[in-house]
């Protein structure tokens, strides 16, 4: 038999990562697949497509009032739990880890979340494993822009050539066992120090 | 000497204050501890993350414990607190219209909750509209205290008013964009609404419910069992802040330190009044609660099991729980003063010699029974004159059965 297509809402501030999360349900062919960004719109969206799953962001502040409302709510027929199973520890875990958590109403079988739920988890750490890259590539691209600037005085200063200040700005961090941005950094503020 | 890493989850509040000064002043490495605090969003994420043990304890609220060994919250985890994070700090602010409202109605500022409850129930029975509170977490001694006040006031929350549930830093702002009339949390989110959104304090918890606990020192039970003695380290480390927070001397240095972003992230000034108890109530009337918080006096860390009955009664009340011997008994297990007598005792830490009180038994301060040393009680007990007999429980949860 044909069970009725689940009804996923998506509740996260970060828009990104929202749209991320939905191509990713939609590609595995769920269709009722419904996004909002803020808790305040919850009980409108909720009574308009009944979800059965909810998804949200553990950053969300509002988590509690999401639960309350639960609670309270008369729209939703069937009481939600956090999780399917909460015999199912390692699921759990692991989104708590990844930073999101989900709400099912009762008597929703764990075979049919679960997917779900993987999907969710191994996108929510594929998000912040992006944001981490693009994190060291910008502070990267600042410390080249450090080591470029402490390079310039010391050929300046110093009269030294490109290649010469490079390898005098890397021996004095081997030697003093610290990075070279540390030492190109240090160089710029005691150069600003010292006035032009 | 290695040190041990212990992970604590707090929220923005006042009330955290133990635990930072714990990490800030040097009291936990002083007992081996590596104390890494992490702030969090919601209470939410507390509980979770705390039955999970990504943090090995946190700054709790008192009935959660409570409701996490009871089965009420998901991931439902027995947890325990043999510790009290201080009494008080509490407050119920609304917005400059409802205050105009009940000023109408006769209600004083000087904060006191039966007059000031006394006009909010006038213009609750004339309101057009159903008026709308915020408290920070379903199963929070803000929920409880705030549903207290107006029931013994003669407001009934389920039907008179309505209730809704958002973190502590965001009620302000509700209350600014008119999207609640008042709210139940606590300092410095109180003042926050006073100083940037026009709102007036209408009442505080020490005027409610006089010495009472809020935060708690929380953990899952066998986390405790399996590591006593780290938890023996960070209870001696909690006792000595307690200490040092005690003194007012240290009270600028304390706000300056609790004013950072990474900690409460508002106007050191605003802090510093919250521990001095001396509040803008709104328009710049000044009113000082010599016990609006209590780090350390008055036993305020040791865990009164009937502290956590009482909270168990309110569970009761609106309807949480079933009242059953079982779950009155979970209830009073989670609050541990043999932990806090075992690891406190040795250093001369003054504890009371039985595990239960009466609320409302004290009206003027009075020396109890204590070991080792002296020990003198605040007056404690309800605005209503009402009294908690834990040994009366039955009768108790029956009478407010009429209220509700």
Known sequence: ?196 | MSLVTVTAGFLPLLDSVLLVLAREKGFAEAEGLDLHLVKETSWANIRDRAALGHFDVAQMLAPMPLASSLGLTPLATPMITPMILGLGNNGITVSAALWQAMRGEGAPDDLAAGPVGAALKRVVDTSPRRLRFGVVHQTSSHNYELRYWMAASGVLPDRDIEIVVLPPPLLPDALGSGGIDGYCVGEPWNSVGVAFKGAHIATVKASIWRASPDKVLGMRADWAEANMEIVAALMRAIHRAALWCADAANHPEIAAIMSAPHYLGQPAEIVARALDGRFDVGAGVIRTVPDHFIPYASAANFPWKSHALWYYSQMVRWGEVAHMPANAATATACFRPDIYRQVLGPLGVPAPIADFKVEGALSTPAAIPASPGQLTLLPDGFFDGRTFDPERLDSYIDSQRLLT
Do not use: C, W
């Open chain 1, 1 to 196: 038999m044909q069970q009725p297509e689940l009804s996923i809402l998506i509740i996260d501030e970060n828009r990104i990562r929202a749209s991320i999360i939905e191509d990713g349900l939609r590609e595995a062919g769920h269709t009722k697949v419904q996004v909002i960004h803020s808790v305040n719109e919850v009980a409108r969206t909720i009574a308009a497509t009944t979800p059965d799953v909810i998804v949200i962001d553990l950053e969300n502040p509002q988590r509690d009032t999401l639960e309350h409302f639960f609670s309270l709510s008369k729209v939703v027929q069937r009481p939600i739990a956090m999780f399917v199973d909460r015999s199912d520890r390692t699921m759990i875990e692991k989104a708590v880890e990844a930073g999101v958590s989900a709400y099912v109403v009762d008597g929703l079988k764990k075979e049919r979340v679960k997917p779900i739920m993987d999907m969710a988890i191994s996108r929510f750490n594929a998000f912040a494993r992006l944001t981490r890259e693009l994190e060291e590539a910008r502070s990267e691209l600042e410390d080249r822009k450090i080591i470029e600037k402490a390079k310039g005085i010391l050929m300046k200063t110093r009269g030294l050539s490109e290649e010469e200040a490079y390898k005098l700005l890397r021996s004095t961090a081997m030697n003093q066992n610290r990075r070279m941005v540390d030492i190109a950094q240090s160089l710029i503020t005691a150069a600003d120090l010292l006035g032009p």
